[in-house]
Nanobody, 119 residues
Framework: QVQVANSGGGLVQAGGSLRLSCAASGSIFRINATGWYRQVPGKQRELVASITSGITSGGVTYYEDSVKGRFTISRDNTKNTVYLQMNRLKPEDTAIYLC?????????WGQGTQVTVSL
């Protein structure tokens, strides 16, 4: 069994920063990739950023166009933790952010953390 815990959300003014954490624990043999998604009521869940495990390389990253240059995804393999540094936040970034961890052929989701950006 694998547990995924998200943390780091909160309320911030536009232009501010937050850092989200996604920590996986339990029966982990190999994490293939970790992705951060966000969910807004009435809209489809969208992939914001992802990173492969990349044990020997730096890991391959992906960013959704609207967050490029503002968000940075990184990982600490020793802690099985992935971070999402969010800078220059905008009101349209307001959403529940969820972490998705692919372990072998299985996928696990965190509980989500609320990010609210005010004007």
């Amino acid at each position: 069994q694998v547990q995924v815990a998200n943390s780091g959300g909160g309320l911030v003014q536009a232009g501010g920063s937050l850092r989200l954490s996604c920590a996986a624990s339990g029966s982990i043999f190999r994490i293939n990739a970790t992705g951060w998604y966000r969910q807004v009521p009435g809209k489809q869940r969208e992939l914001v950023a992802s990173i492969t495990s990349g044990i020997t390389s730096g890991g391959v990253t992906y960013y959704e166009d609207s967050v490029k240059g503002r968000f940075t995804i990184s990982r600490d393999n020793t802690k099985n933790t992935v971070y999402l540094q969010m800078n220059r936040l905008k009101p349209e970034d307001t959403a529940i952010y969820l972490c998705r961890v692919a372990v072998g052929s299985e996928v696990y989701w965190g509980q989500g953390t609320q990010v609210t950006v005010s004007l």
